[in-house]
């Protein structure tokens, strides 16, 4: 069965650490990976995707994603975290084949909490 | 958030009403969905639609019925739910369906069933 894994519930940093939130997939195919953030009372808000290409993308709020095809991961990151980055992190797999319907697979997602 | 917009953003129900769930996207996108975000559980996909076309019933019981008058609006038609339907109704629209394309949410409407 196709699914997305992140595999802690919460992560705890201090502000200025850097950052690690995991995701694991499991999807017949390449995938398109997502990450999203959602704030208290927010909807989902796009993070950044890997299509194809360069392993390593950049997308807002200076976070980054490695795709690892070996691994079946990619994982969160941010070199220096802060406070305001606490928040509920989704990753997400469009299901291969999904062409007509964009279908998105997520994560139970991971809270982020930075402390000062 | 602007881009996509729900309302109510608080919905308090009875098992026997009747209600109805609005979204608008001012993006124009032509690709619309609806997500429902429960406690401790994964987002759920339940419908899409792509130019008006409903193209994903996500195995939704019949208790949710979708409308797509147009590309810019959705609706949620909501009637006899139950208690575990109470959930966080995210809506969300992308430039089309499918393709890298990512997805613009909604704030979300909170859905409480007594």
């Known amino acids: 069965a196709q699914s997305v894994a992140q595999p802690e519930d919460q992560v705890n940093v201090a502000e200025g650490n850097p950052l690690t939130v995991k995701c694991t997939y499991s999807v017949s195919g390449n995938p398109y990976l997502f990450w999203y953030v959602q704030y208290p009372n927010r909807g989902l808000q796009f993070l950044l995707k890997y299509i194809t290409g360069d392993n390593l993308v950049k997308g807002s709020y200076g976070f980054e994603a490695e795709f690892n095809k070996s691994q079946t991961s990619f994982h969160l990151k941010k070199p220096s975290a802060l406070v305001s980055d606490s928040a509920l992190y989704f990753c997400a797999v469009r299901v291969p084949g999904s062409s007509n319907t964009g279908k998105l697979i997520f994560g139970q997602g991971t809270t982020l909490q930075v402390k000062p | 958030e602007t881009g996509v917009t729900q309302t109510p953003r608080h919905l308090v129900m009875g098992m026997t009403n009747k209600k109805s769930l609005k979204c608008e996207q001012h993006?124009?996108?032509?690709?619309m969905y609806w997500y429902k975000q429960s406690a401790k559980k994964p987002l759920e996909l339940m419908f899409v639609y792509s130019l008006e076309e409903r193209v994903e019933n996500n195995s939704v019981p019949s208790r949710f019925s979708p409308e797509c008058p147009n590309s810019s609006h959705l609706f949620l038609h909501l009637h006899t739910l139950q208690p575990e339907d109470s959930a966080l109704y995210l809506c969300a629209s992308s430039p089309v369906a499918g393709g890298g394309n990512e997805q613009f949410f909604g704030p979300g409407t909170r859905l409480t069933v007594l």
């Open positions: 993006l124009g996108h032509n690709a």
